[in-house]
C-alpha cells in the first residue's frame, strides 16, 4: 500500500538533498503515485507544514537525537516532530508510523527520538525559532511591520494557502485578484504586464475586455503564460504572450493606457505558499531587489501614455521593496499622482495600500498606482 508518510520523506529529502522546490516537486509525485485523494491531501499537509516548521521541529530533535543523521532519518523525524507538536497527532499513531518509512536499522533510533519529543516541553529559545523562521526574517519584519502585526503575519504565513477559482476556472490567490482590481483595466484599455508570468493577473485583465501584452524575460515562462492564457479560453488578440527584458522593454514610448510592474520580489509575504521559500530568502534580497524594481518602474513610465496609469504590486512586506521603492519612483517622476489605494481589508501604506497575510488569509501584497500627467505637463511628452 502507499504510505503518505514515506512519499512526505521522499520529498522532504529531494527539497533539501536536491534544492527541489516543494510547489514543483510534490504535485510530480503525487500525479505518480497510487494514493486515495484523502492520503494525496494528507502528504501535501505533512510536506508543506514539515517545511513551514522545519526549524521548530529541528529544535526538537537536535535535542534528542546526537551526531550527524541520514537525511532520510532526519526527515522522517522531522515528519513525526511536526504530527506530534504541530498537528496533534496522538503519540502512538505518530510514532509507530513513522518508524515504518525509515530503513530497519534507524527504526530504533526514531523510536526513541519521537517518544522523547512527544513528552518534552516546548520553552523556545527565541521567537525565530518558535515561529520557525530565519533570524533576519523576524528581526527585519518586525522593524518594518511593528511587533504585533509582525508576529501576526507570520503567523498567518504557517497556515494552508488560500486560493478561490475564478469564473474563467483560473485558480488563484485572492490577493491577486484585488491587485488586477487596482490596476483598473477598461474594455479597450491596451495594458502590459511587464513580468507577466505565470500569467495569473494577465489573464485576468484580459477576461475584463482588455487587450493585453504579457511580457516575461524567460522563454520558459512566456510558454507557460501562453498556455494558461489558452486553458482560460482567451484568443491571441486578447493576450499575447511575448519574451521582453523589463529592464530594456522593446515597446513605443506612452503605447500603453495601463500598465502592471508585479516586480520580481523577495516574497516575504507569500511564504505560506511557497514554504521552502524563507530558507532560501538572503537577507540582502530585499535592498537587492527594491533596487531591480526601481529600475523596472522608471523603464515602465515611459511606456505609459498621459493619463494612464501605472501600477507596481509585490508580494513582500518590507519596507525596502514598497515604500522605498515607491518614495524613489516619486521623487525620479515629479507631476504623477497617486491613485486612491484600495479600502479594506488592505491598510494605508505611504500612497500605496499593504495587504497583510493575517487581514484575509491570503497572501501578504503591497500595490501602488500612479497617473502620468496629461500631455505638455510635467512627466508627459
Known amino acids: 500500500m502507499p504510505d503518505p508518510r514515506r512519499l512526505a520523506v521522499e520529498a522532504l529529502v529531494r527539497i533539501e538533498r536536491d534544492g527541489a522546490y516543494a510547489n514543483i516537486l510534490l504535485p510530480r509525485l503525487l500525479s505518480r503515485s497510487a494514493l486515495a485523494e484523502r492520503d494525496r491531501a494528507f502528504t501535501t499537509q505533512l510536506v508543506y507544514g514539515t517545511v513551514r516548521h522545519q ?14 543523521l541520514d537525511p532520510t532519518v532526519r526527515a522522517a523525524l522531522r515528519v513525526g516532530t511536526f504530527q506530534l507538536r504541530f498537528l ?3 503519540p502512538h499513531a505518530a510514532v509507530s508510523a513513522t518508524v515504518e518509512v525509515v530503513p530497519r536499522k534507524a527504526r530504533g533510533l526514531v523510536n526513541a527520538v519521537l517518544r522523547k519529543i512527544a513528552a518534552a516541553d516546548d520553552a523556545w529559545p527565541s521567537e525565530a525559532v518558535r515561529l520557525s523562521y530565519p533570524d533576519w526574517v523576524v528581526e527585519r519584519l518586525t522593524a518594518d511591520l ?7 503575519a507570520l503567523v498567518s504565513m ?20 484585488w491587485v488586477v482590481d487596482a490596476v483598473g483595466a477598461a474594455p479597450g484599455d491596451l495594458v502590459l504586464d511587464l513580468c507577466a508570468a505565470p500569467g ?30 489558452t486553458r482560460v479560453g482567451l484568443e491571441p488578440s486578447q493576450l499575447s504572450a511575448v519574451v521582453a ?11 500603453f493606457h495601463r500598465i502592471l510592474v508585479d516586480a520580481p520580489c523577495s516574497g516575504l509575504g507569500s511564504l505560506r505558499r511557497r514554504p521552502d521559500a524563507r530558507w532560501r530568502i538572503d537577507a540582502e534580497a530585499p535592498e537587492r531587489l527594491g533596487a531591480l524594481q526601481t529600475q523596472l518602474l ?9 493619463e494612464g496609469t501605472l501600477t507596481y504590486s509585490v508580494c513582500t512586506l518590507t519596507r525596502a521593496e514598497t515604500l522605498e521603492v515607491a518614495r524613489r519612483f516619486v521623487d525620479a517622476h515629479p507631476g504623477w499622482d497617486a ?43
Request: hydrophobic share 40%; net charge negative; charged share 20%.
Open 88 to 90: 496533534g497527532t496522538p
Open 298 to 306: 522608471d523603464q515602465a513610465a515611459d511606456l505609459v501614455r498621459p
Open 245 to 255: 527584458d523589463g529592464l530594456h522593454p522593446p515597446f513605443a514610448s506612452g503605447a
Open 339 to 381: 491613485v486612491e489605494a484600495p479600502g479594506a481589508p488592505w491598510i494605508q501604506w505611504g500612497s500605496g495600500a499593504l495587504l497583510l497575510p493575517q487581514a484575509a488569509e491570503t497572501d501578504g501584497m503591497a500595490v501602488f498606482t500612479w497617473k502620468r500627467p496629461a500631455a505638455g505637463t510635467g512627466g508627459a511628452p
Open 158 to 177: 504557517n497556515g494552508a494557502a488560500s486560493s478561490s477559482e475564478r469564473a474563467d476556472g483560473y485558480t488563484q490567490d485572492p490577493a491577486s485578484q
Open 200 to 229: 495569473g493577473k494577465a489573464t485576468a485583465l484580459a477576461g475584463r475586455g482588455a487587450t493585453v501584452i504579457a511580457a516575461d524575460i524567460r522563454p520558459k515562462r512566456v510558454g507557460l503564460i501562453a498556455g494558461n492564457a
Open 55 to 68: 526549524r521548530s521541529c529541528d529544535w526538537f530533535v537536535d535535542r534528542f537525537a546526537l551526531g550527524d
Open 146 to 152: 511593528g511587533e504585533a502585526r509582525a508576529v501576526a
